[in-house]
């Protein structure tokens, strides 16, 4: 079983910075692709970043990219998400995830952590 475990969330004025955290405890040595997803009130969960099992590939929802960056440790044992130049709209609880293969779609995660929250003031 794989637990993801968040951190970094907080209180930001736009323009600011915030860099979040995953752990993954429990992972098998092949390794999980990983995302991040963010949900605002309201609104559908939707697909922020994601990198592949090896590192080697990543992908970003127009929304934030040139803004945020996901990077990988220890074979992705340990995931950043860099944002930075933060908008009020990218205020949202934000969720690690893992799984198989980078698919833009939450079902096709298996591990999800219980979420941080990143809140932007204008």
């Known amino acids: 079983q794989v637990q993801l475990v968040e951190s970094g969330g907080g209180l930001v004025q736009a323009g600011g910075s915030l860099r979040l955290s995953c752990v993954a405890y429990g992972c098998t040595s092949s390794g999980h692709a990983r995302a991040w997803f963010r949900q605002a009130p309201g609104k559908d969960r939707e697909s922020v970043a994601a990198i592949s099992r090896s590192g080697g590939s990543t992908h970003y929802s127009d929304s934030v990219k040139g803004r945020f960056t996901i990077s990988g440790e220890n074979g992705n044992n340990t995931v950043d998400l860099q944002m930075n130049s933060l908008r009020p709209e990218d205020t949202a609880v934000y969720y690690c995830?893992?799984?198989?293969?980078?698919?833009?779609?939450?079902?096709?995660?298996?591990?999800w952590g219980q979420g941080t929250q990143v809140t932007v003031s204008s």
């Open positions: 995830a893992a799984g198989p293969f980078i698919v833009a779609t939450a079902p096709g995660y298996t591990y």
